[in-house]
């Protein structure tokens, strides 16, 4: 009973986190606004990959239900489901692209900071250098300078 309880307790969880499959064959026709059949077509000629559980039924996630749009959009566009098999390739080629430039800008950032704090150090360290390499004057005892 106290197991039931503290069950209870606990926040609900997400039922998806966007790429997980949860929806079933009819609902994410209804979502995507086609029919059943178009989804088993587009999964038939490689425009989209749903989850199966382990029984085999289709788990179509967010993700899938914006990719059928998109698929919408495009055959709305004139595209055939070939072309439209390429658009979506580049798009995914693209959105790469996108991140890992975005990536290398942050780490072109993080290296300018860092060269210029080494740049800082190595003035720092070339002043030091300058200052004992000067001829130091020495005070010899018992000696006394002519003036």
């Not at 999964?43 to 990719?67: F, H, M, N, W």
């Amino acid at each position: 009973m106290a197991g039931q309880r503290s069950r209870a307790l606990l926040p609900p969880q997400p039922a998806s986190d966007g790429t997980t499959g949860v929806y079933g064959i009819t609902t994410a026709a209804q979502l995507a606004g086609m029919s059943v059949q178009a989804l088993r077509l587009y999964e038939r000629k490689g425009l989209l990959e749903p989850a199966r559980t382990q029984g085999g039924t289709r788990r179509y996630s967010d993700a899938d239900i914006v990719r059928l749009r998109r698929v919408s959009e495009l055959i709305a566009g004139g595209i055939n489901l070939t072309g439209i098999a390429m658009v979506l390739g580049l798009e995914a080629d693209n959105a790469g692209l996108h991140a890992d430039n975005a990536g290398l800008r942050h780490r072109n950032a993080d290296l300018r900071s860092s060269n210029a704090a080494l740049k800082a150090s190595n003035t720092e360290l070339e002043a030091d250098n300058t200052a004992l390499r000067k001829p130091q004057r020495r005070k010899h005892p018992g000696k006394q300078v002519a003036g």
